[in-house]
Nanobody
Framework: QVQLVESGGGLVQAGGSLRLSCTAS????????MGWFRQAPGKEREFVAA????????YYSASVKGRFTISRDNAKNTLNLQMNSLKPEDTAVYYC??????????????????WGQGTQVTVSS
């Protein structure tokens, strides 16, 4: 069984930065692509960023590209999301997730099988 645990959320002013981390249990972390999603109150869960298994390819939503950076440390079973120039519209619960094998799509949430419990990010104006 895979467990994903996010940390690093909090309250920050607009223009500030936060770094989210996701620690995975098990020895297969390095074999899977990983992603970050977020869900704001009253809205559907949306894709934020993803990274392939070895960390050479990254993918971003248009709304965060240039401000957020996804990375991973396979030796530490850790996925990170560096968030800079935060905006009030970035306020949401952020989730890390493991992508299923056999798919090339990084953006659809149904291509991910394991999810963390989420961490709240609140950006004040």
């Amino acid at each position: 069984q895979v467990q994903l645990v996010e940390s690093g959320g909090g309250l920050v002013q607009a223009g500030g930065s936060l770094r989210l981390s996701c620690t995975a249990s098990g020895r297969t972390f390095s074999s899977y692509a990983m992603g970050w999603f977020r869900q704001a109150p009253g809205k559907e869960r949306e894709f934020v960023a993803a990274i392939n298994w070895i960390g050479t390819n990254t993918y971003y939503s248009a709304s965060v590209k240039g401000r957020f950076t996804i990375s991973r440390d396979n030796a530490k079973n850790t996925l990170n999301l560096q968030m800079n120039s935060l905006k009030p519209e970035d306020t949401a619960v952020y989730y890390c997730a493991r992508r299923r094998t056999g798919y090339s799509d990084y953006y659809a949430s149904d291509k991910y099988d394991y999810w963390g419990q989420g961490t709240q990010v609140t950006v004040s104006s």
